[in-house]
C-alpha cells in the first residue's frame, strides 16, 4: 500500500482536465511499484489536513509513505456559518498574518510525528517541501535570523529569546531523517504559466523519478 499525502502538486490540474488522477505522479508511482494507492492529497489544503489524514492511515500493511509538505503560511478554520473548514494562504482575501516561526514549528512537528510512526511501523518514508520558500534551513543561526527579519519577528525578540528558538529548530531538524530539507519540488518540476505554476505532465514524471531516488535511499 502506497500513502501519499500533498496539495495541487499532487493532483491539478490534471485531475481537472483528465476527469481522473492516473496521469498525476501518486499513480505513477503505484503503477511503478506495483502497489495499491491511498492518495489523501487535495487541491488547496494546508497541512494540517495532510496530516490529520496520512498519521491515522498508516499502519504496518503500509509499504510506503510520501508525504509532499504545502505552503507552511496556510492555515485552517472553521466557517461558522457552515461549518465547513476552510484553507487560507497569504494571497487570499480572508488571509490574516499568522506567525511564521509557529507555523513552521508546526509542520516540522507534523513531520516528526509522521516519521517516527513510519519508524515504529517499520515503513519506509519519504517527505519533502513543496515550496523554495520553506527549503531555508542550513543550521546556521545567521539565516535562521533573517527568516525572522523577513517575516517581520527579529525585532520583537531578545537574543535570548533567538537563541532559545534556534536551538528548538535544530533539535526538530536533528531528529527528522526522512525529510528532504534543501531540496524543494519547486527546484526540479516542470510547471506552466498556464497552469498557474503547476507542474506539467512532465513535470509529475520528475517528481516521480525523483521520490524513486529517495526510496532507493538518498532522503532516509
Known amino acids: 500500500m502506497l500513502i501519499v499525502g500533498g496539495d495541487s ?17 501518486p499513480a505513477l508511482l503505484a503503477k511503478d511499484l506495483n502497489l495499491e494507492l491511498k492518495d489523501f492529497s487535495r487541491a488547496g489544503c ?3 489536513r495532510i496530516f490529520r489524514y496520512v498519521l491515522p492511515n498508516i499502519s504496518e500493511s503500509s509499504t510506503l509513505v510520501v508525504v ?8 485552517e478554520f472553521t466557517n461558522p456559518q457552515t461549518s465547513k473548514i476552510i484553507t487560507v494562504w497569504p494571497k487570499k482575501d480572508r488571509y490574516v498574518l499568522q506567525d511564521w516561526y509557529l507555523n513552521y514549528c508546526r ?15 517499520n515503513v519506509p518514508c519519504v517527505q519533502r517541501f513543496v515550496f ?14 533573517q527568516q525572522l527579519r523577513d517575516n517581520l519577528l527579529f525585532d520583537n525578540l531578545s537574543d535570548d529569546m533567538l537563541q532559545e528558538r534556534f536551538d528548538y529548530l535544530k533539535s526538530l ?21 498556464e497552469w498557474e505554476s503547476h507542474p506539467t505532465r512532465r513535470g509529475h514524471k520528475q517528481i516521480k523519478n525523483k521520490i524513486m531516488e529517495d526510496i532507493n ?3 532516509f
Open 9 to 25: 502538486f499532487c493532483n491539478w490540474p490534471l485531475e481537472e482536465l483528465d476527469g481522473h488522477r492516473q496521469n498525476c505522479w
Open 46 to 48: 494546508s497541512n494540517d
Open 68 to 75: 509532499l509538505w504545502s505552503n507552511t503560511n496556510r492555515y
Open 107 to 121: 509542520t516540522l512537528l507534523y513531520s516528526l510525528s509522521i516519521s517516527n510512526t513510519c519508524k515504529l511501523m
Open 132 to 145: 523554495s520558500h520553506d527549503c531555508w534551513w542550513d543550521g546556521s543561526i545567521k539565516t535562521f535570523k
Open 173 to 193: 531538524h536533528t531528529m527528522i531523517n526522512s525529510i528532504q530539507l534543501n531540496e524543494s519540488i519547486q527546484t526540479f518540476a516542470e510547471t506552466s504559466v
Open 217 to 219: 535511499g538518498k532522503a
